[in-house]
């Protein structure tokens, strides 16, 4: 089955800094990789995903990019913000509709 | 629009014991998932329910656990007897489209804590 690393498993940054959360994954048929946002005490979020045909997407302040040659795909957040605050998980899913997660990164956001 | 709801939200209960745990999806949303995430580990897959059927139970631990779907609506996980290797973050979630090419959308998690 699909393999999903994340790295780092914490990550602090000072406010308006930018925060980068790398994954890597196993199975070379995934074709989607969304990112989910865990605030305290409320369930994971979908907050950006990209598909196997596109290298980059932007929203606003979140980009995710992903490398399908070397297996990778990263979340970039610039100018952070207190409220950035939470727990965050790469996924990664084939044509078996079955999403593998990363084991999370906490990342707090220093005022 | 009400969301995904669990209960309950956390339940302790001692090595040998049974609980259910309950969740509601959203409105409409055929497709159920449960995932466990286990002491700051990975989220891992349970399974997949397509209205009242198991479309995917390979995530399933071993045959302590059972998942219904009463009518395709709510569905209820039963640990039966819980061990302490089953403390953990039950999350469910749903999805109009498979969870694999669309949004999840997750409840806020029953914290089960077996002592």
């Known amino acids: 089955g699909e393999n999903v690393e994340q790295h780092p498993s914490t990550l602090s940054v000072q406010e308006g800094d930018s925060a980068v959360i790398k994954c890597t994954y196993s199975d070379s048929a995934s074709n989607y990789f969304p990112w989910y946002k865990q605030e305290l005490g409320k369930g994971p979020q979908l907050i950006i995903d990209i598909r196997s045909n596109v290298g980059e997407k932007k929203d606003q302040r979140i980009a995710v990019t992903l490398n399908k040659t070397a297996k990778h795909f990263s979340l970039h957040i610039t100018e952070t913000q207190p409220e950035d605050s939470a727990v965050y998980f790469c996924?990664?899913?084939?044509?078996?509709?079955?999403?593998?997660f990363g084991a999370g990164t906490t990342v707090t956001v220093r005022a | 629009e009400a969301g995904v709801t669990q209960f309950p939200s956390h339940s302790v209960i001692e090595k040998g014991q049974t609980v259910t745990l309950r969740c509601d999806p959203i409105s409409g949303h055929d497709n159920l998932y449960w995932y466990r995430r286990v002491m700051g580990k990975e989220i891992k897959f349970l399974l997949h329910f397509v209205k009242e059927s198991k479309q995917d139970e390979s995530g399933m631990p071993n045959n302590r656990f059972l998942a219904e779907r009463t009518g395709g609506t709510y569905s209820t996980l039963k640990v039966q007897p819980a061990e302490l290797e089953d403390s953990g973050v039950y999350f469910c979630?749903?999805?109009?489209?498979?969870?694999?090419?669309?949004?999840?959308?997750f409840g806020e998690g029953s914290r089960l804590t077996v002592l």
């Open positions: 979630a749903s999805s109009q489209v498979p969870g694999g090419t669309g949004e999840l959308f």
């Open positions: 996924a990664a899913s084939g044509d078996d509709y079955k999403l593998s």
